[in-house]
Nanobody
Framework: QVQLVESGGGLAQAGGSLRLSCAAS????????MGWFRQAPGKEREFVAA????????YYGDSVKGRFTISRDDAKNTVYLQMNSLKPEDTAVYYC????????????????????WGQGTQVTVSS
């Protein structure tokens, strides 16, 4: 069983930055693709970013491309989401997801392939 625990959320001003972390338990972290999703009140869960098990490929949602960066440190069993140039519309609960072994990169934009989910961390961006 893998547990994912997010941290780093909070309040930021528009134009500011936050870095989210997702720490994973278990020995197979390096084999998993990892992703970040977000959900704002009254909206569906939205894809933010994903990174392959090797870290060699990354993929971003259109709304965050050029502003957010996903990375991973397998030695620490941790995936990060660096968020720059934050906008009020980035306000949401951010969820870390992992697993998706064997799925193509294109499939990682959907929540369906992921096996494990964190509890979420709130990000609020004020204007």
């Amino acid at each position: 069983q893998v547990q994912l625990v997010e941290s780093g959320g909070g309040l930021a001003q528009a134009g500011g930055s936050l870095r989210l972390s997702c720490a994973a338990s278990g020995r197979s972290f390096s084999r998993y693709a990892m992703g970040w999703f977000r959900q704002a009140p009254g909206k569906e869960r939205e894809f933010v970013a994903a990174i392959t098990w090797s870290g060699g490929r990354t993929y971003y949602g259109d709304s965050v491309k050029g502003r957010f960066t996903i990375s991973r440190d397998d030695a620490k069993n941790t995936v990060y989401l660096q968020m720059n140039s934050l906008k009020p519309e980035d306000t949401a609960v951010y969820y870390c997801a992992g697993g998706a072994t064997g799925w193509s990169m294109g499939a990682l934009v959907s929540p369906r392939p992921y096996d494990y989910w964190g509890q979420g961390t709130q990000v609020t961006v004020s204007s």
